[in-house]
T-cell receptor, first 116, second 112 residues
Framework: GAGVSQSPRYKVAKRGQDVALRCDPISGHVSLFWYQQALGQGPEFLTYFQNEAQLDKSGLPSDRFFAERPEGSVSTLKIQRTQQEDSAVYLC??????????????FGPGTRLTVL | KNQVEQSPQSLIILEGKNCTLQCNYTVSPFSNLRWYKQDTGRGPVSLTIMTFSENTKSNGRYTATLDADTKQSSLHITASQLSDSASYICVVPRPGTYKYIFGTGTRLKVLA
């Protein structure tokens, strides 16, 4: 596709439910990032993939958060037993090369998760 | 501590007017700085990247400046349009890593 796509765009979950958020990066992009963006704040780093390898998951807030990119393209962010504090927009970004600071990250439109 | 701070937090201007958004950073060593535009309900889109050797760079009606000595950057929008209404986020990479340090953004509203 022409850009990074994410699905669903909106997700409402009851507290305690599991959710799965999908990211389709730009074809051929090596690096993939997940971010969490609270209302009125800048994105916060969650995790980073280089191809299928998850090189950094230091930003995941708890062990309820799990991300994978098994074939080095599509990625899924899974949140188990959702809590109200998980409500946020989850952004996915990809970049062409392995992660260095000059590489532009291209962002998807995000998934807005609301936990009731 | 590596930080990126932006001002003002929000701004309302009339269509056709100019405005300037500010970004101060304490990141060191510094390599580059990006300005992103984030429309409501969308992901951020890069407007421009400034490296430490660049002072000014334009992208249409957007002009970014960088003063590496004072660690300040500004984004000037000329002849604002309704479509400029968005959040503008200043981003600096964390030294030696692929991680971005994001500012909290300036929310701009352009009124007709």
């Amino acid at each position: 596709g022409a850009g990074v796509s994410q699905s669903p765009r909106y997700k409402v979950a009851k507290r305690g439910q599991d959710v799965a958020l999908r990211c389709d990066p730009i074809s051929g992009h090596v690096s993939l990032f997940w971010y969490q963006q609270a209302l009125g704040q800048g994105p916060e780093f969650l995790t980073y993939f280089q191809n299928e390898a998850q090189l950094d998951k230091s930003g995941l807030p708890s062990d309820r958060f799990f991300a994978e990119r098994p074939e080095g393209s599509v990625s899924t962010l899974k949140i188990q037993r959702t809590q109200q504090e998980d409500s946020a927009v989850y952004l996915c970004a990809s970049s062409l090369h392995q992660g260095i600071s000059y590489n532009e990250q291209f962002f998807g439109p995000g998934t807005r998760l609301t936990v009731l | 501590k590596n930080q990126v701070e932006q001002s003002p937090q929000s701004l309302i201007i009339l269509e056709g007017k100019n405005c300037t958004l500010q970004c101060n950073y304490t990141v060191s060593p510094f390599s580059n700085l990006r300005w992103y535009k984030q429309d409501t309900g969308r992901g951020p889109v890069s407007l421009t990247i400034m490296t430490f050797s660049e002072n000014t760079k334009s992208n249409g009606r957007y002009t970014a400046t960088l003063d590496a000595d004072t660690k300040q950057s500004s984004l000037h929008i000329t002849a604002s349009q309704l479509s400029d209404s968005a959040s503008y986020i200043c981003v600096v990479p964390r030294p030696g890593t692929y991680k971005y340090i994001f500012g909290t953004g300036t929310r701009l509203k352009v009124l007709a």
